[in-house]
């Protein structure tokens, strides 16, 4: 292992364990993390989505055990995402834009988990061809963006079925792991395309994110309501996509 890594390691076990428990992956981080610490995007891209996708699954998991799953929430958004992914993640960006793109992803994500504080109850069922009429184009968008940023997608789903009115927090939790388990492995086989998986890089970081992702998404799933992490969160993703847009002039 990179001795740089290890100075790494505890980082991306805290951001493992504080996405996995509202259901997410981490890709965001992952890659804000790798930049700032020197490495070129195209060779980490991949080992990015593989982490991603660790987390998820766990998280997923949780979460479908706990039986906040609904799948009717899911598909409307995945039946166009996953071919716009892999759109999305045929294209290759300088990394200017890359970083202009991510911070600003990183900035919505940040404010989506301070603001999203207090718990959102579902509204009344709505009927499955308004869900369809506004999921079909809007997954089509977040994944073409997922796959062209290297990520889930799931920061830009949450918020969403949150302001809807579609599901509590936990129920997005699981749609949106689901969400980004097949949008990045969308991602995952178009990025495979223009680039290759370091070992070295892929196989500590993976061991250390499944070890907070299992942490933290059976925390989130069964125990206390993650107030508090999505503000630390909140907090954390702020600072990194200020600092990435700072980077930029």
């Known amino acids: 292992m990179p001795s ?11 951001a493992a364990m504080l996405y996995s428990s509202v259901g997410h992956g981490g890709a965001s981080a992952y890659l804000a993390i790798l930049v700032l ?3 070129a995007r195209p060779e980490i891209a991949p080992t990015v989505l593989i982490l991603n996708i660790l987390v998820t699954v766990t998280g997923f998991i949780n979460y479908f055990r706990a039986g906040h ?12 995402s996953i071919p716009a992914a892999y759109l999305g993640g045929m294209i290759s ?45 809007v997954g ?3 994944g ?26 936990k129920q997005t939790a699981a749609v949106s792991a689901a969400f980004i388990i097949l949008n990045s492995l969308s991602g995952l086989a178009a990025h495979a ?12 970081l993976g061991l250390t994110v499944l070890i907070g992702g ?13 107030k508090v992490l999505q503000q630390v969160l909140g907090v954390v993703l702020l600072v990194a996509s200020l600092k990435m847009i700072h980077d930029l002039f």
Do not use: H
């Open 93 to 137: 960006l300088s990394q200017q834009t890359f970083s202009g793109i991510l911070g600003g992803a990183l900035f919505i994500a940040g404010l989506r988990f301070i603001l999203f504080t207090k718990p959102i109850l579902p509204r009344p069922p709505v009927k499955p061809a308004w869900i369809y009429g506004i999921g079909l184009p």
């Open 144 to 169: 073409f963006l997922a796959g062209l940023i290297g990520i889930g997608g799931g920061i830009f789903l949450s918020p969403l079925l949150l302001l809807m009115g579609w599901a509590d927090a």
């Open 69 to 80: 799953f609904t799948p009717r929430l899911l598909w409307p958004f995945i039946l166009a």
């Open 214 to 226: 299992q942490i933290g998404s059976w925390w989130g799933a069964r125990k206390v309501p993650p």
């Open 4 to 14: 740089d890594l290890l100075w790494l390691l505890p980082l991306f076990l805290l």
């Open 193 to 204: 395309l223009n680039g290759t998986i370091n070992p070295e890089l892929a196989v500590p």
């Open 37 to 39: 610490a020197g490495y």
């Open 140 to 142: 089509l968008a977040l």
